[in-house]
């Protein structure tokens, strides 16, 4: 999570920020962006409780994908097979789950 000044705050208050428009999401291109704002507001840290204007970044890591599938909560490796109600037999495939038309055993 990121926030910070604009540029253009420097028209209400000296210390103006570092960042341009849409300046801050160029600096973390491997994140998933879950939030950007770039707003007129008061920040919670600013003495002066001037209105500026802020970038605000909320932001994480993608999630890795790891091989194979859940079943009930546990790891099925791909190409491993489970039967559902001993009646429907599906395969973890690189996509997910596939019904096969296999009977259970």
């Keep these: 999570m990121v926030e910070d000044r604009h540029r253009e705050t420097r028209k209400v208050w000296p210390e103006g920020g570092l960042f341009d428009d849409n300046e801050l999401l160029s600096l973390f291109?491997?994140?998933?962006?879950l939030r950007y704002e770039d707003v007129w507001a008061r920040s919670d840290w600013q003495a002066e409780?001037?209105?500026?204007?802020l970038v605000r970044l909320l932001a994480e890591k993608p999630r890795v994908e790891e091989p194979g599938c859940l079943?009930?909560?546990k790891a099925v490796?791909?190409?491993?097979?489970?039967?559902?109600d001993h009646?429907?037999?599906?395969?973890?495939k690189d996509g997910g789950?596939?019904?096969t038309h296999e009977n259970c055993r």
């Design 29 to 33: 291109p491997g994140l998933r962006v």
């Design 49 to 53: 409780r001037l209105n500026e204007r």
């Design 71 to 73: 079943w009930t909560g």
């Design 77 to 84: 490796p791909e190409g491993g097979a489970i039967c559902w």
């Design 87 to 92: 009646a429907a037999r599906f395969l973890c």
């Design 97 to 99: 789950w596939l019904f």
